[in-house]
């Protein structure tokens, strides 16, 4: 499996920022966001436009993409996570395999300060995040306007 790491310094060709998009779009089923919702926590883990920046996960086996992960900076330490990983999904035919966790577990190593996430309580990834330290130690509450 190849693993490439986008930032903004490295950033991806327009093509493969483009099958990203496609990859969570498609493999997040229930769980996602509209394309332009996942392109635009793309963009800002890549800086493409005034932001704390982040980084952009990418697994292929060979040519097939096989995993994807969006880590966004919130530049807010000491009092709010410094990370928040916004998408996190793996090829909804290799699910089981541990390319969830392997992409999770970098993510892990290569943020700096802590790391957040919203996960619903059906989602099967649940587990995973509680696996590897993840914990709910508040309830989060939101207002729409």
């Known amino acids: 499996m190849i693993l490439k790491i986008y930032d903004a310094v490295n950033k991806p060709t327009e093509i493969e920022k483009n099958e990203i998009i496609d990859f969570l779009f498609t493999n997040l089923e229930k769980y996602g966001d509209p394309k332009k919702d996942i392109q635009r926590a793309i963009d800002y883990s890549l800086k493409e436009f005034v932001s704390f920046g982040g980084f952009t996960l990418l697994m ?15 530049g807010m330490g000491g009092y709010i996570p ?3 990983l916004v998408y996190v ?9 541990g390319i969830g966790k392997k992409l999770v577990q970098k ?21 995973l995040y509680e696996h590897l330290g993840f914990t709910n130690p508040y309830l989060e509450m939101r207002l729409k306007k």
């Open 82 to 84: 410094e990370n928040i």
């Open 60 to 74: 292929k086996d060979e040519s097939e993409i096989t995993g994807a992960l969006v880590i966004n900076q919130t």
């Open 89 to 97: 999904a793996a090829h909804k035919d290799r699910r089981g395999q």
């Open 107 to 127: 993510a892990i190593e290569l943020s700096k300060g802590d790391l957040a996430l919203h996960v619903e309580a059906n989602n099967p990834a649940k587990g």
